[in-house]
């Protein structure tokens, strides 16, 4: 039974989905959000420092943004199979927030410095749904510190690298049936980690018409602390895991390549492709402090993905431009090993924005960004819950609107 405890706290770390699909955000900036996120080989604006470093050295002067996106996710589930009774998450509201700042030292050399929320949300059940046994609550947020230097080489030649420090915190929560010898005990973890990464790009203009950029953000392994907590019936106290526990977890390697085309005066087309290196996530071990207790492994086999990106900006008036734009992001999660803490899925996203100048300094910029889940029907899950250990076979589905906010500031 000890054993068995154990291995259900395992599976609360790992099946989480902790830097999963969904977990990964990339809205960081209104700007670039309303082009679908298709900005590294564009890049002209603060949130370069994020989308390509390199870009930075198209802003003269010193700059400053600020922004945040309102995300409302909302998912459900049919099942388990056979049974069709349908499940919905807690509608929540989330709100990554992005600040940056460039200064320019010289004709050629440049700095820059970016604080946002690359990884984050999360998931809360009822506490009586029926998959409690498998996530109630699961929560991460992090935060992302990248100082950036960028070079102009040759007047349409950049290159730039940047360190990376984040910091996180997870939030982990799930119950735990003793029937038949007694009822329900709930185990939650909470803890905090940090990773250190770099940051890197290029940014190449053979012509007025055309640009090329290149980004590059390193995988981040972040070392993780924390308590196990347990509450439930006197009985198995003793039982229940508790104490500390650590582990390692590595979010992915990231690497975009963009494109910029200008077919006409006032119109600019971007396109990008981002690899996603999810293989980096193939298991997970977690050390429990408490010397009786063994480490124990998860394998979670994740899969290398990407992202497809493709956007426009057109300059209505001097002071007001119009954005659109489509992305296709293919989750990296097998259907094997899908479970409620995160219902992820292939996503299309269908995105809106506008940029004002409000005068020669000052900039606001909005974005609106559909993000619909392609329903995901499981018929051979790994994942089981305990009434019978039947696998947790059924249906998701998942969509999100997401609002984006920023205003820009130039000295």
Known sequence: MLKKIILILLIAISASNIFGG??????????????????AGLANDP???????????????????AGVTLIVPKASFRGPSPAIDESKVKERIFNPINFYATYQFSDKLYFGLGVNNQYGLGTEWEDNWVGRELAVKTELQSFYFTPVVAYKVLDNLSLSVGLVYAYGTVEISRYTDFAPLTGEAKVSLKGNGSAWGFSAGVLYQPMQTLSFGL???????????????????????????KGGISSTISTPLNVTF???????????VTADYQYVGWSSYDKLTVHFKDINMADLSSVRDYQNTYILRLGAEYQLFNSLSVR??????????????????????????????????LSENISVDIAYLFLRFSERKI?????????????????YNSLANLFGLNISYKL
Do not use: W
């Not at 949130?47 to 002067?61: D, E, H, K, W």
């Not at 899908?338 to 940029?355: E, K, M």
């Open 47 to 65: 949130s370069a420092i994020y989308f390509n470093p390199a870009g930075i050295t198209q802003l003269r002067g010193i700059n400053f943004s």
């Open 22 to 39: 969904g977990f990964q955000l990339n809205e960081h900036g209104a700007r670039a959000m309303g082009m679908a996120g298709a900005f």
């Open 324 to 357: 659109g734009g489509l992305l296709y992001d293919r989750n990296p999660v097998k259907d094997e090993m899908l479970d409620p803490t995160l219902p992820d899925s292939d996503r299309l996203g269908f995105n809106v924005g506008v940029g004002y100048k």
């Open 258 to 268: 963009g494109v910029v085309v200008k077919p006409i005066d006032k119109l600019v």
């Open 215 to 241: 980004s590059v953000r390193s995988q981040n392994k972040f070392t993780f602390d924390g308590d196990a907590v347990s509450t439930g019936p006197v009985a198995v106290q003793g039982m229940l895991p």
């Open 379 to 395: 018929t051979n899950s790994q994942i089981s819950y305990t009434k019978g250990f039947a696998p947790f076979n059924g249906t």
